[in-house]
């Protein structure tokens, strides 16, 4: 059970593994990288919508399949991302004219997400030893 926590902890506050852990200067680095990626897309115009039918209209499956594999990885960003549908500082998925550059930020702040949570289950299994 303490593991589920971890990881549900680590994926709603960036870096929050590390805070349980108290390890606070790897929480602080995981936390401002994450959240400072996942606004800069934001800022460019990425949007954090799941992509909808008429956008993918046209496109053949792997094309399909890879987009919405894109706004899956911008979910992981965790908090960022559930603040930004709660207070709809996203657009649509395809909006605005930098949106590509937006939506690469803000999937790599939810890779870098996952980074750090399953950092911190390497660092505990490390510590259990």
Same mark, same amino acid.
């Given at each position: 059970?303490?593991?589920?926590?971890?990881?549900?902890?680590?994926?709603?506050?960036?870096?929050?593994?590390?805070?349980?852990?108290?390890?606070?200067?790897?929480?602080?680095?995981?936390?401002?990288?994450?959240?400072?990626?996942? %606004?800069?897309?934001?800022?460019? &115009?990425? &949007?954090?919508?799941?992509?909808?039918?008429?956008?993918?209209?046209?496109?053949?499956?792997?094309?399909?399949?890879?987009?919405?594999?894109?706004?899956?990885?911008?979910?992981?960003?965790?908090?960022?991302?559930?603040?930004?549908?709660?207070?709809?500082?996203?657009?649509?998925?395809?909006?605005?004219?930098?949106?590509?550059?937006?939506?690469?930020?803000?999937?790599?702040?939810?890779?870098?997400?996952? %980074?750090?949570?399953?950092?911190?289950?390497?660092?505990?299994?490390?510590?259990?030893?």
């Amino acid at each position: 059970m303490r593991t589920l926590r971890l990881a549900a902890f680590g994926w709603l506050v960036p870096g929050g593994a590390y805070l349980m852990m108290r390890r606070y200067l790897q929480f602080a680095v995981f936390a401002f990288v994450v959240s400072a990626t996942f %606004l800069a897309g934001l800022a460019l &115009g990425g &949007g954090c919508r799941w992509p909808q039918p008429a956008e993918l209209a046209g496109l053949d499956g792997f094309t399909a399949l890879m987009f919405k594999a894109g706004a899956l990885a911008k979910l992981l960003a965790g908090g960022p991302y559930v603040a930004a549908q709660i207070f709809g500082g996203s657009g649509s998925f395809l909006g605005g004219r930098l949106h590509e550059y937006g939506t690469t930020l803000m999937m790599m702040a939810g890779l870098i997400n996952v %980074l750090a949570v399953s950092s911190a289950f390497d660092l505990r299994k490390e510590q259990t030893r």
